[in-house]
């Protein structure tokens, strides 16, 4: 479980230390397609048919009625229930503070121009619920669902081999707006939410998580008129640490992202040689206290520790890397981050775990992976909406704009686009 050391390597070493573990999704394509089609042809028998083959349960019903979602919240600890409420007070402050409202811009005299975001009409997320039932997961896609006005939120979620959900994400998704929950996981939840079945409405866009099954067909089904969040991959958190910070945290922060899965990787970065010798015995130390060792033990075969000297070296490094969470343990953490380009979101100072974004801060934990935080955001209140622009133009505007728009349609050899506008100032001038 010893977690590699790299001493000052050179830029040219930065590629080979930053490599993520691969998954070959492409290999999982064939089985994908299959399950895909089988849904597309056969509808809630193809459903029912993988959840007895995948999940082990036969199902009656597909979706979770009324009464089995009370009786999952009449089982849930009034401490839990609290902490959900916080949390999903939290979140919709935060996804609340990013709606813009609708500013008209007079472009030109008489030319006004206006956007205005519209929700999605009818949202999928997809929650895992096979190691752990990520009830948080619900809180982060669902809350800014409803504050963009989707007008319908679906969610799928596999069931236990009782074939009930677990109770935390059926509160959860009672409290945070959820309309309907179908007891699917897996590629036949995508498939179901894509394509339609008797059951389960067609949706237009799919957020969510998911094993490299899961993954591999949200790529598939966005490739077939259903948008997804973004492509995702393991989760990963990049550390960087001066010499102030405590080797306990960052173990702590280590291991948190280690536990998510054996493909996750943790990368720390420092200066200072005293926290790089130090970090992999605390880490054994805290992994002995964990019950998650199995995916800890292979999280921790690809992480690494890397010593690196100066404030841009180290920056270079994190924007190479373009991490899903950035932690930074230094004591100009909000200073130094000023130059992070490339991360999905970022913890600043030694007392912000990456778990406070996880669970309650009110920020998004729905985050690119895989280095694609150089292209993507995470999750927000834009991610739910659609941008419609509007124009209007006044009888003097199109006198005033009209000529420009004549002499470029004309150069682009675009005739019926110039008369568009010619046939209008003919009948003013008339």
């Not at 899961?214 to 490739?223: F, I």
Request: net charge negative; glycine share 8%.
């Amino acid at each position: 479980m010893a977690v590699k050391v790299y001493s000052y390597p050179q830029r040219e070493e930065w590629a080979a230390i930053l490599a993520r573990p691969r998954i070959d999704l492409a290999a999982l394509s064939h089985t994908v397609s299959e399950v895909l089609e089988a849904v597309r042809r056969d509808g809630d028998l193809a459903l029912r048919r993988y959840e007895e083959q995948f999940d082990g349960v036969a199902l009656d019903a597909l979706e979770v009625t009324p009464e089995e979602i009370d009786e999952g919240a009449a089982a849930l600890p009034e401490s839990l229930k609290s902490a959900i409420g916080r949390a999903i007070g939290n979140i919709e402050k935060f996804h609340a503070s990013q709606a813009i409202g609708v500013k008209k811009v007079e472009t030109s005299p008489g030319v006004w121009c206006w956007q205005k975001a519209v929700g999605i009409e009818r949202v999928g997320i997809y929650v895992p619920g096979g190691t752990a039932p990520l009830f948080s997961t619900v809180l982060m896609l669902a809350v800014p669902a409803r504050l963009a006005g989707c007008g319908e939120v679906v969610m799928c979620t596999p069931p236990g081999r009782d074939g009930k959900i677990a109770p935390a994400i059926l509160y959860a998704a009672r409290e945070a707006g959820v309309d309907r929950i179908f007891k699917l996981g897996g590629v036949q939840a995508i498939g179901a939410m894509a394509i339609g079945t008797e059951s389960v409405p067609a949706v237009y866009k799919i957020f969510g998580p998911g094993n490299r099954y899961v993954m591999a067909a949200k790529q598939q089904v966005q490739t077939q008129g259903v948008a997804i969040d973004m492509p995702a991959g393991p989760s990963e958190v990049m550390v960087v640490a001066d010499s102030g910070a405590d080797v306990r945290f960052l173990a702590a922060d280590f291991l948190s992202q280690a536990e998510h899965g054996a493909d996750s990787q943790s990368i720390l970065v420092t200066a200072d040689k005293a926290i790089a010798e130090a970090l992999p015995a605390e880490i054994e130390r805290q992994t002995s206290r964990l019950p998650r060792h199995e995916w800890i033990e292979k999280s921790l075969a690809h992480s690494s520790v890397v010593l690196l000297e100066g404030v841009q070296a180290q920056l270079d490094f994190v924007n190479a890397y373009a991490p899903e969470h950035l932690i930074v343990h230094r004591a100009d953490a909000e200073a130094w981050s000023a130059g992070v380009v490339n991360a999905g979101s970022v913890f600043l100072g030694y007392y912000t775990p990456e778990s406070a974004g996880d669970y309650a801060s009110g920020t998004n934990h729905t985050l690119p992976t895989s280095g694609y935080a150089r292209a993507y955001s995470g999750v927000n209140l834009d991610s739910f909406t659609r941008k419609i622009t509007f124009q209007q133009i006044s009888p003097e505007g199109l006198k005033n704009l009209g000529p420009v728009i004549e002499t470029m349609a004309e150069a682009e050899w675009l005739e019926a686009h110039k008369e568009a506008v010619a046939i209008r100032l003919q009948t003013m001038n008339s």
